[in-house]
């Protein structure tokens, strides 16, 4: 690392869960986040200025005006831009050391997996199941950790599922956690979502990818995360392997 790097990440670099080989370990790490809104913003700008090496950002969306309540990542100036245009404007400008790559296109079934592979980590903060059950198939079949992320109104979890199967063929994936798409699916848009909860979520979100690529402290491996707002309350519970998972059930690999 150069001078202006090590004075960078100096207050990280003294941590001795992280040390130069953690911040050398982030310096070499592809994160990729999908949906660059309330939750990817927030763990966008964090693992930014951490100084993760390489940060893919997958959106199909423009800037709205609505966005911005929650998505400190856009101004105004940006309302009417593509989403990751201009969130790699705000990470590039937060440390020019980083390398960002945009991926402008809607993630799906078709091409989930061929995006997730090259990446070491996923980070997924998107409102839509579909994506969300494509996500959680590919970082399997890739067997990336996989740090997912939701919220609404005033309530946020987090959950980090651990794909690698050779090291732990009980830990649950997310279809372990949600195995079926909501008949009434909720949205921010729908229901509606305090903003700051947005941060809190998404700098969580950031806190456990910096713990998986460093080694620090334990990753919130098979164990879900909520949170309530309003109360001001915080839980954890187990997130158990569903034999009868859609996805990552033995009778469905058989």
Request: net charge positive.
């Given at each position: 690392m150069e001078a202006d790097q090590l004075e960078r990440y100096a207050r990280q670099i003294v941590l001795k869960e992280i040390?130069?080989?953690?911040?050398?370990?982030?310096?070499?790490?592809?994160?990729?986040i999908v949906g660059a809104g309330g939750l990817g913003g927030p763990a966008g700008l964090y693992l930014a200025a951490a100084g993760v090496g390489h940060i893919g950002i997958i959106d199909d969306d423009d800037v709205d005006l609505s966005n911005l309540h929650r998505q400190i990542q856009f101004g105004?100036?940006?309302?009417?831009?593509?989403?990751?245009?201009?969130?790699?404007?705000?990470?590039?400008?937060?440390?020019?050391?980083i390398q960002i790559?945009?991926?402008?296109?809607?993630l799906d079934t078709d091409n989930a997996q061929g995006i997730i592979s090259g990446y070491d980590v996923v980070l997924d903060g998107t409102d839509n199941f579909k994506a969300r059950f494509a996500v959680n198939a590919a970082c399997l079949s890739a067997q990336i950790p996989l740090v997912s992320g939701a919220l609404g109104r005033f309530d946020g979890q987090l959950a980090v599922f651990k794909m690698d199967r050779s090291k732990n063929k009980e830990a649950a994936c997310y279809r372990c956690f949600v195995p079926h798409e909501p008949p009434d699916a909720e949205t921010c848009a729908s229901v509606g979502v305090v903003g700051a909860l947005a941060g809190i979520i998404g700098s969580m979100m950031a806190?456990?990818?910096?713990?998986?690529?460093?080694?620090?402290?334990?990753?919130?491996?098979?164990?879900?995360?909520?949170?309530?707002?309003?109360?001001?309350?915080?839980?954890?519970?187990?997130?158990?392997?569903?034999?009868?998972?859609?996805?990552?059930?033995?009778?469905?690999?058989?």
């Open positions: 040390g130069g080989a953690g911040q050398q370990a982030l310096g070499r790490t592809r994160v990729l105004t100036v940006d309302v009417g831009k593509r989403k990751t245009a201009a969130m790699a404007k705000a990470l590039t400008a937060l440390n020019p050391h790559q945009e991926h402008d296109y809607k806190m456990e990818t910096l713990k998986i690529i460093t080694g620090a402290g334990e990753p919130l491996y098979g164990k879900l995360f909520l949170y309530n707002g309003l109360n001001g309350e915080a839980r954890t519970i187990k997130l158990p392997k569903d034999p009868a998972c859609p996805t990552c059930s033995k009778s469905k690999t058989k």
